[in-house]
């Protein structure tokens, strides 16, 4: 199962909007429902940003939110905020009962 | 408080093998199942495997197959990940992160860092 792939880096300056997106295969992200974004500050434990595509766990901010076309997802920054530098990695449920992650973007707010 | 907390850090031989625990507590530990995944130092996510908590039934990432274990204790509501013929590359952090029931990882461990090296 090759891993999802996301760009290595995104920026925005503060009060912007960035997008970060997430291709696989209709054997993963096509084809499931199930892309979920996680955020990482280094050194500490992924949080769960949406899942299922589009939804938001509670206390994660509207400003997070998710979209899928084809083999491709999304995560979409609006109103950027310094604290909204971190690393973002995408997953999706695979053929096969597995799951696959994205190689990671790394956010900067400039 | 629903929470999981993982075993300390180990420092292991290449050919060793490592057993990494994770304890669930805050809710029933049998509804919800749990992933392993693994981080290399600078590295990306990795998917490593799943167990049902509730029958014991697992699935491994095809990498890991015929190397990793993972087993669950109900009485302690422990989940635990045994890595066999450890190289180099297993260097990494290893996270246990409960399935949310929405194929997403919705509360992680703190992460256990495994070192191999002579």
């Known amino acids: 199962q090759s891993a999802l792939t996301q760009p290595p880096s995104a920026s925005g300056s503060p009060g912007q909007s960035v997008t970060i997106s997430c291709t696989g295969t209709?054997?993963?992200?096509?084809?499931?429902?199930?892309v979920s974004w996680y955020q990482q500050y280094p050194g500490k434990a992924p949080k769960l940003m949406i899942y299922?595509?589009?939804k938001r766990p509670s206390g994660v901010p509207d400003r997070f939110s998710g979209s899928k076309s084809g083999n491709t997802a999304s995560l979409t920054v609006s109103g950027l905020q310094a604290d909204d530098e971190a690393d973002y990695y995408c997953s999706s449920h695979a053929a096969g009962d597995n799951w696959v992650f994205g190689g990671g973007t790394k956010l900067t707010v400039l | 408080q629903v929470q999981l907390v993982q075993s300390g850090a180990e420092v292991k031989k290449p050919g060793a093998s490592v057993k990494v625990s994770c304890m669930a507590s805050g809710y029933t530990f049998t509804t919800y199942f749990i992933h392993w995944v693994r981080q290399a130092p600078g590295q990306g996510l990795e998917w490593m495997g799943i167990i049902r908590p509730g029958g014991g039934s697992t699935r491994f990432a095809q990498r890991f197959q015929g190397r990793v274990t993972m087993t669950r204790d109900t009485s302690t509501t422990t989940v635990s990940m045994e890595l066999s013929s450890l190289r180099s590359e297993d260097t990494a952090v290893y996270y246990c992160a409960r399935d949310n029931s929405g194929w997403a990882f919705d509360l992680w461990g703190q992460g256990t860092l495994v070192t191999v090296s002579s």
């Open positions: 209709s054997s993963d992200v096509g084809g499931y429902n199930s």
């Open positions: 299922e595509v589009t």
